[in-house]
Nanobody, 127 residues
Framework: QLQLVESGGGLVQPGGSLRVSCAAS????????IGWFRQAPGKEREGVSC????????KYVDSVKGRFTISRDNAKNTVYLQMNSLKPEDTAVYYC????????????????????WGQGTQVTVSS
């Protein structure tokens, strides 16, 4: 059974950076598409980014393009989300999720596509 654990969240000032990590256990990530999602208080969960199994395809929601970068290190069984130029509206609980797929170059940011979820890590952007 795949288990996901997020880490790296915290409090950061506007314009600052954070890197959140998603560490997997119980199975190798070699066969899993990974997505990052976030949920702010009173709002619906939103897809932020995803990365294909091969790492060749990445996608981002428009509001984070050019500021966030997703990457994966299958040898470490870990996926990262580097967040730069953070804004107060990025404040949310960030979740990683995984789904096993055959196609190695595809990903999507639809939450219903994913089977495994982490517990989330809080990111707060405030001065």
């Amino acid at each position: 059974q795949l288990q996901l654990v997020e880490s790296g969240g915290g409090l950061v000032q506007p314009g600052g950076s954070l890197r959140v990590s998603c560490a997997a256990s119980g199975s190798t990530l070699d066969y899993y598409v990974i997505g990052w999602f976030r949920q702010a208080p009173g709002k619906e969960r939103e897809g932020v980014s995803c990365i294909s199994i091969s790492g060749s395809t990445t996608k981002y929601v428009d509001s984070v393009k050019g500021r966030f970068t997703i990457s994966r290190d299958n040898a470490k069984n870990t996926v990262y989300l580097q967040m730069n130029s953070l804004k107060p509206e990025d404040t949310a609980v960030y979740y990683c999720a995984a789904v096993r797929r055959i196609f190695r170059s595809m990903c999507d940011m639809t939450s219903s596509s994913y089977d495994y979820w982490g517990q989330g890590t809080q990111v707060t952007v405030s001065s």
